[in-house]
């Protein structure tokens, strides 16, 4: 490890310790990650010391899911332990380090399996969700770079670095005051969109509608998620109606979809179709009675996130985008749907494309207007 990786690791450490999370003395702050991403976790654990706070980590070792799948019984799966159950109940804040070694190392697990495990997830993260709307926890997804992930992203590992770090604006001499500007231009935006009642959203093979009356839009710039970079808010349950193409592939629990093509009808999916990854798609369709509805609407708007990775976490932000999740919605936006499924789908609005807010052009070809 060099000096330059060091102070890389230090920076970004120091700004989602400090700035996404706003750690305080006696915290005590949950650290997950990947044995990848050691020298991250190494940082995180270092700063949240310096800042009176206590650590606590969760290391996995390589394709360690892969192996739960290949191995476990239908009992373990849908399995949760008190000690996951009591760390949910009194950690303040979760570091989770987005890394790995073999993004597709669940390609051959069984997706049935995969869905009963996530579904019985679904109540630790409701908890944490409820803790969370009472201010009693914080939490934000951070990448760190590996080759795997470049693989993914189809670039080298310096050139996937240095995307990495310039999504988070850790080329920026300040990234706090960067991340603050983001934060501005994004409330206008939402002033803009609150208090609407009809989303239109037009593109290729989109026609789609929604109805937004009561509900809340959220700016994400830092706090969640690093990088960050979106606005969005949760739909009326049985509003969605039209149809919608997802030309930007994602991956979902290392499971690769691409060319995904919904029908919605009052707000549930009727009828699915992918390129690639179809099977898969339709089996998380199925995992319990939310999964169908949508849960999210979003725009897209980190211009330092100009091409897809591969990897929801930056490409969900890409500028000129927009996504859409299948399953749970936020209630801190007024949504109501309940899912231990929230898989993001995002679509290149950059040409031929429109939206358009109780009938009045908002968004044309990637920007708004």
Wanted: aromatic share 8%; charged share 25%.
């Amino acid at each position: 490890m060099n000096d330059l990786d060091v102070s890389v690791e230090k920076r970004l450490a120091e700004l989602i310790c400090n700035y996404s999370l706003k750690i305080k003395k006696d915290d005590l702050v949950l650290i997950r990650g990947e044995m990848c991403a050691e020298p991250l976790i190494r940082a995180c654990f270092t700063t949240v010391l310096q800042l009176g706070a206590h650590p606590l980590v969760r290391m996995s070792f390589p394709e360690q899911n892969a192996l739960f799948f290949k191995h476990g019984a239908e009992h373990q799966f849908s399995y949760v332990s008190q000690v996951d159950k009591a760390q949910a109940e009194s950690i303040s804040a979760q570091i989770s380090i987005d890394s790995t070694d073999n993004s597709k190392q669940l390609t051959s697990a069984n997706p049935a399996d995969v869905a009963k495990a996530q579904k019985v997830r679904g109540d630790l993260l409701e908890l944490m969700f409820a803790r969370e709307e009472k201010g009693e926890f914080v939490w934000v997804v951070v990448p760190y770079p590996t080759r795997a992930m470049a693989q993914d992203a189809e670039m080298s590992y310096d050139e996937y670095r240095s995307f990495v770090y310039n999504a988070c604006k850790l080329n920026e001499h300040d990234p706090v005051s960067a991340w603050q500007a983001v934060d501005a231009m994004q409330a206008g935006i939402v002033k803009r969109l609150s208090g609407s009642k009809k989303l239109h959203i037009v593109g290729k093979n989109t026609d789609l509608t929604f109805d937004v009356t009561g509900r809340l839009w959220r700016s994400c710039c830092g706090q969640r998620n690093m990088p960050d970079g979106e606005i969005f808010t949760s739909p009326v349950e049985d509003s969605a109606t039209g149809t919608i193409y997802f030309d930007i592939p994602t991956n979902y629990n290392g499971v690769e979809a691409r060319g995904v093509f919904l029908r919605l009808e009052r707000g549930k999916v009727v009828e699915a179709r992918a390129e690639k990854g179809e099977d898969y798609l339709l089996k998380m369709l199925e995992t319990d009675a939310g999964a169908k509805f949508v849960g999210e609407i979003a725009f897209g708007l980190n211009d330092n996130i100009r091409r897809p990775s591969k990897n929801i976490l930056f490409d969900e932000k890409i500028g000129r985008t927009m996504h859409m999740a299948i399953g749970a919605s936020y209630t801190e936006t007024g949504g109501k749907n309940k899912s231990a499924l929230h898989w993001d789908l995002v679509k290149d609005m950059s040409t031929g494309s429109s939206v358009e807010l109780d009938g009045e052009l908002i968004y044309k070809d990637g920007k708004f207007v």
